[in-house]
């Protein structure tokens, strides 16, 4: 019991001489309350307002044709007004400014199977917007289908044909046209009557065109050609017909045995092909296709050698596009060729058709294909002449500078029979592809269009080469005696650009003029 007291009076003497210790580490935690600052309300001025964004339009719906497009939406109450945007590629390529009341713009100057972008965009009173975007693709550029051609009387053609969706008129070029092609109104039915025909087998094309500019085409103010914006897919595509018209006014012709006379005067004159020596230069994205997509184009003129007249209508002749057929539809009639894809794609070194394109392997002349029918008919010594005038294309998808050779070659004709190389090679009679330099020369921009190969440079210009082979009766028979008897004569015209990175090209169009039974 007295050790059980001792220890708790140690314990208690060690309680009381901690004491003062703990007090002081208690001291030392312990902080005094900081004194707050009276609360000052903010100035106005600091007080950010929550921005609450307006409607944006809604019922936005874009329709549309391959140049003119509509665009609607219901109308947004407390508006200002309206911007409505067009975009290609993320770029504003046309904008229009709308009062409130707006609810539809109609945007006139498209291009065919294009995707762009609408933007409406609703301006309020404050200075804020809220804008709806929609996408749309325009439709595709299409030529007619199912072209029909019937004599309907003496030197008198009706062209008929399916109409197209969207189309603002139709072109039609051949025998009895206007110079420049006879323009034909939309219609359920289209068709056209063509006059002045003469006999023979003749040739019409029939292209849609897509004019973003109505009054050209419209009953006011018509005009007989194509807008300056109008758009159409490229010459070579354009939908053909043929039609062998008989004259029935014109005696029969006497029947001569085949054994009194093994050749008659009859002519013809085919290309057999072409040959890439260097392909022409294209972009790096090569949108329309891997390498060239090229076509040859010929026009005939037959002259009276006494009477100085043109004889009956011209002829124009045009190849399919030869090349990549670059997703293009089966009618478009594009004709797979090349090595630079499976798909085609004409490169440096490629030859149409593949082989040797100065043999026709016996091959029946054709109008569609290689060896391709340029010219046929007789030739009276003494008094017929035939100019032929010859052209190779690259296709870009836009054949208004092949429209505009057109054009060109018929106005200037007269000055191009009586240029100096042509009478030159009338007077020394013999077989002659000659340049002439009178008449119209073509000139030619690299825009995305069409444009011939053989380019030339006249200062700022590109001007369009003109090769043409002279022919007549006196000319074959000294060509014929000079190729030892033989019934055909080759040649080969060269279509050379002029030097510059921007050209580029070389090719070689083979040519067989013959005599045929």
Known sequence: MMKRIAFVARVAAACIALAPLLAASLDAQRTEPVAKAPSTPLPRSAIVPVVVAPPAPKGVVVTGTQVIVTVVWQSVPGVASYVVIRRLNNNTVKQASL?????????VGTRPSTDYTYVVDAIY????????????????????RLVKATQVGAHQVQLTWEPVSGVSYYMVFGPGSNVGGMKVAPATSPSVLVMGVSAGLRVWNVGSYYDPDPQLWSSVGYSPYAGPRAFSTPGADFTAVR???????????????????????????VATGFRVNHQTFDDPLQLDGKGDEAYAAFMSFQFNLTTGRQVGDFQARVTPVFGDLNDQPPRSGRVNAGSASPAGGLVTGDVVPPGDPTQRYGRQVSSELFPFLIWRGPLIAGQDAVLILSTMWE??????????????EVNSLART????????????????????????????SLLKQDRPIGLQRSGPFLTLPRWAIVLTREMLDNAFAAAGGASIVRMQIPFVDAPGPDLQGSYVLYIDVERIR
């Open 99 to 107: 009062p409130a009341t707006a609810t539809r713009w109609i945007d």
């Open 125 to 144: 009173p404050d200075g804020r917007d809220a804008f709806t975007e929609v996408p749309f693709k325009t439709p595709l550029a299409e030529n007619p």
């Open 395 to 408: 296709s870009d998808g836009n054949n208004d500078a092949y429209l505009q050779w057109h054009r060109d």
């Open 243 to 269: 039609l062998t018209v008989i004259d029935p006014t014109a005696p029969a012709p006497p029947v001569v045995p085949s054994s009194s006379a093994p050749f008659g005067d009859n002519y013809q004159v």
């Open 417 to 444: 029979w009586a240029d100096p190389m042509v009478l030159q090679a009338l007077k020394a009679k013999q077989l002659a592809l000659v340049m002439p330099t009178s008449g119209s020369q073509t000139t030619v």
